[in-house]
């Protein structure tokens, strides 16, 4: 039969023979030289159910555009209860970095609910306290010979405090042996005995007051100012004139 683009109208039933007839007509038509050499689905929309099914031709250039509408079909019915599952089984659990969000995979496979987990570690921590000293590790195994040296260097010797241990440091710089010394002092001794009366000097005490005696006697025949005055400043000056007479005097 030859293809008729006003068939189906819009709502009107489908019948199987005469829309297997249009499509055998579009066959036809582009065997026939007609220009038509193309057929393209621009479209297919699901309809509600009990919706009539359309379908829609058009011709652009050579090219025919089809765009149906199908109606879903109905609701089955309620399956059948399925099978209990036994058990629920963790296949895996998976540590992601920080931040990427957390994922569960459930399937089931007749008998068993199995589950499947990714989990983002915690950020790291900040810097922990440090840790007591390890125990004394054993004893390492013997080094090879050490090259010959020349001779020792003693690089310095330092003083310390008393009751600091004594110290030793040694390096070898290829050809000698340098070592440091660190030697805490003593503590300090207490005070020795007076010792002798020791000989008299070149000048005896007797000659040195009688070279003295003479030598500020003019200071002591002036008196000194016992009156006190009512002016600070001549008070002052009074007193400091006192201080020097009676300096003066042997």
């Known amino acids: 039969m030859p293809f008729d683009p006003a068939w189906p109208q819009n709502g009107q ?74 058990q629920a089984v963790v296949d895996a659990v998976n540590t992601v970095n920080p931040g990427d969000p957390a994922a569960v995979g459930v399937s089931f496979d007749g008998t068993n609910v199995r589950f499947t987990f990714d989990i983002p570690r915690g950020s790291d921590g900040g810097q922990g306290p440090a840790g007591n000293d390890g125990g004394q590790g054993p004893p390492g195994n013997d080094g090879a010979q050490g090259p010959p040296f020349a001779q020792a260097v003693v690089d310095g010797v330092t003083t310390l405090d008393p009751g600091n241990p004594a110290t030793v440091g040694v390096s070898f710089d290829g050809s000698n042996v340098r070592f440091t010394f660190g030697i805490p002092r003593g503590n300090d001794g207490s005070n020795g005995s007076d010792g002798s009366q020791g000989p008299p000097g070149e000048i005896s005490q007797a000659q040195l007051d009688s070279a003295i005696s003479g030598t500020s006697a003019n200071t002591n025949g002036v008196g000194t100012l016992d009156s006190p005055f009512a002016d600070p400043d001549m008070e002052a000056m009074r007193q400091k004139l006192n201080e020097m007479i009676l300096n003066g005097r042997r």
């Not at 009990?50 to 019915?77: D, K, R």
Request: net charge negative; glycine share 14%; charged share 10%.
């Open 13 to 86: 039933n489908i019948d199987a023979d005469r829309f297997r007839g249009q499509f055998a007509g579009i066959i036809d038509l582009i065997g026939s030289g007609s220009g038509i050499n193309a057929a393209q689905v621009d479209s297919t929309n699901t309809l509600p159910p009990s919706t009539p099914a359309n379908a829609s031709v058009s011709v652009v250039g050579n090219t025919l555009h089809f765009t149906f509408e199908i109606p879903q079909g109905q609701e089955g019915p309620m399956g059948q209860q399925g099978p209990p599952f036994a």
